[in-house]
């Protein structure tokens, strides 16, 4: 057997499929008579939490602007005044019930928006309700029930 009879085929790598999608790959498929698959879908690359629904034309239709429920002011000032009176600063509230100090601003400023983990939390704290019908009235802590905030003993 000699070398001479011996043949090497050498091929190309198949192409990727992101070139088999490109303009150009389309363009000489189509040059070369191959039968070409478009298709254009609808949200593709979107992120499936957001794509839109039927209820867009009714969101549409709403006239009234809408915001978050916020904290009342007359409760920001309650927290505001207990929180004084106790000579507590925001931080010290903040850093007592495990929460960033912009919370308690947001807050005493009326632009928090109510979370009830965080207002028990205050409450407890600077011992006045702030929630139902007795706001602004001090919390009774049952005998033998001691006030534990943030840290589970």
Request: hydrophobic share 30%; proline share 0%.
């Given at each position: 057997m000699s070398d001479w009879d011996t043949v090497t085929v050498l091929k190309k790598r198949a192409p990727k499929a992101s070139t088999m999608k490109s303009e150009?790959?389309?363009?000489a498929a189509r040059r070369q008579g191959l039968q070409v698959d478009t298709q254009l879908k609808w949200g593709a690359s979107s992120n499936k939490q957001h794509v839109a629904t039927k209820n867009t034309a009714k969101l549409?239709?709403?006239?009234?602007?809408?915001?978050?429920e916020?904290?009342?002011?007359?409760v920001g000032k309650l927290i505001q005044q207990a929180r004084?009176?106790?000579g507590l600063s925001q931080k010290d509230?903040?850093?007592k019930i495990n929460e960033k100090p912009q919370v308690i601003t947001d807050y005493e400023a009326g632009r928090g928006i109510p979370n009830n983990v965080i207002i028990g939390k205050i409450e407890r704290v600077i011992g006045i309700k702030l929630r139902g019908k007795d706001v602004g009235k001090p919390i009774t802590i049952p005998p033998g029930n001691p006030v534990s905030v943030g840290k589970k003993k």
């Open positions: 150009q790959a389309v363009n549409d239709r709403e006239t009234e602007e809408l915001k978050h916020t904290i009342s002011l007359d004084q009176s106790k509230l903040a850093t």
